[in-house]
């Protein structure tokens, strides 16, 4: 007699994915909503990130409340002004065992909305605070690799991922030098980004993660639209066709680098 389940039954569902890097609350639509979405595509996990106090308060408060939701405390550079009014409640957030990383910090020098001078001493503490914590560092880099890559020579033990990593495989290359993982959002998707895509069929693949940075950037087919955790699923695919493995080879890989960079996830 057979007994065939529907276990047995060939798996046409995607491969799990992990969205290494959103910001639920930013959006119109509600977390939970955004999240069974995404749920439906195949993604199993969200990092949710905090970018000055409150956001860090409101990523930690729904980490409790959302299943596979974990979160990361931190002052985004074009906010570096703040550091000494919001430092002490991410420090206190980045203790939460819900907490998975320290950041998102670094530097943006295509906004300018801080002195390149208060990004780095902001940037530093997140560096020193993740030490401390033994926890990964979300770093953000926006026109700003020399100045990035050299904060992080000097602090070689750092765990850094470069979210929505823009550069080409020069810039590839230097990160992974420095024991960065790369993570790659929406840009990959776009036409002009050939440099970019080079970059993400160069990187190894135990340094490869995916995210959306949502509700920005969303890929290629969704531009002008709000973006959210379940076209993490298109990122993935464009991840896969670049390095020519199978789509669930590549959201197998990217979710098993996630699990291991960030800790609990
Ligand atoms: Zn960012
Ligand atoms: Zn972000």
Not at 7 to 12: I, R, S
Not at 23 to 32: A, C, F, R, T
Not at 105 to 126: K, L, M, V
Request: charged content about 30%.
């Amino acid at each position: 007699m057979d007994h065939r389940t529907v276990d047995d039954e060939p798996d046409v569902r995607p491969a799990p994915v992990i969205d290494t890097h959103c910001h639920l609350g930013h959006g119109e639509e509600e977390p939970g909503t955004l999240i069974d979405r995404a749920r439906a595509r195949g993604v199993v996990a969200w990092v949710d990130v905090g970018i000055d106090a409150t956001t860090s308060v409101a990523a930690r408060a729904r980490s409790h409340a959302l299943a596979n939701v974990r979160f990361t405390a931190g002052l985004h550079p074009c906010s570096a002004d703040q550091l000494d009014d919001d430092w002490a409640t991410i420090e206190i957030c980045a203790l939460d065992p819900q907490c998975v990383a320290v950041g998102e910090t670094g530097f943006d020098f295509y906004w300018d909305r801080s002195t390149p001078a208060r990004q780095r001493e902001a940037f530093e503490r997140h560096l020193d605070l993740a030490r401390r914590l033994d926890k990964p560092v979300v770093v953000h880099c926006r026109d700003a690799f020399d100045a990035t890559f050299e904060v992080l020579e000097s602090h070689r033990d750092a765990r850094a991922v470069l979210h929505c990593f823009a550069g080409g495989v020069d810039e590839a290359r230097r990160a992974l030098d420095l024991g960065c993982m790369l993570s790659f959002a929406g840009p990959l998707t776009y036409p002009r980004s050939d440099d970019l895509r080079a970059a993400a069929a160069f990187s190894p693949e135990d340094r490869i993660l995916v995210e959306t940075d949502s509700p920005f950037l969303p890929p290629q087919g969704y531009r002008g639209q709000r973006n959210e955790p379940a076209l993490v699923r298109e990122v993935v695919k464009e991840l896969a066709r670049v390095r020519g493995i199978a789509e669930d080879a590549a959201a197998d890989r990217t979710t098993a680098n996630a699990r291991r960079t960030f800790r609990g996830l």
